[in-house]
């Protein structure tokens, strides 16, 4: 494998996928300034400036996972808690296609019961994917906090609380 950073390259997936306060992005919305590249990259937000997908860091993930490969960005939030594979809005299924699927199983099942969580979401869409199945959740805040159960046959149950549970 070369040693050399990867870069984002043409992809600006996540330019599209991402909500952006700061310039009134709505979620899946193409984000004006990206042309091929971020034409505002020295003036960017505090938001763009602190994202960096799971393809970028993880030097041993294969191209043919680059979000415009796969048409998902991988992200994860700041505690590691949860791996969100957020989809294309043009492609909303995008997550279920191999080899993003097997993958996303994979570390289902290698975190499984560890308190970690693989997610798939399009737009406020939401799955678990557990090491068995994909739990849909329908439309929920992405706020909102999920609480998974597994009982005594192995059926997985999921709860979700918080402000905003539900997306309205």
Not at 107 to 130: D, F, S
Request: charge should be positive; aromatic fraction near 6%.
């Amino acid at each position: 494998m070369s040693s050399r950073p990867k870069t984002c390259g043409p992809c600006g997936l996540c330019c599209k996928v991402f909500a952006v306060e700061e310039l009134a992005k709505p979620m899946g919305a193409p984000c004006p300034h990206y042309a091929g590249g971020c034409t505002i990259y020295q003036t960017r937000p505090a938001s763009c400036r602190s994202f960096e997908c799971v393809w970028l860091m993880d030097p041993e993930m294969p191209h043919r996972f680059r979000p415009d490969q796969t048409r998902v960005v991988l992200d994860q939030d700041p505690e590691g808690l949860r791996l969100i594979a957020r989809c294309d809005p043009a492609n909303p299924l995008a997550w279920k296609r191999n080899p993003m699927h097997a993958a996303l199983r994979a570390r289902a099942a290698a975190t499984w019961r560890t308190g970690k969580l693989v997610l798939a979401a399009a737009g406020r869409r939401t799955w678990v994917i557990t090491p068995k199945s994909d739990i849909d959740l329908g439309e929920i805040d992405p706020a909102s906090t999920l609480r998974v159960e597994e009982d005594a046959s192995g059926q997985v149950h999921v709860r979700v609380t918080g402000p905003g549970a539900a997306a309205g």
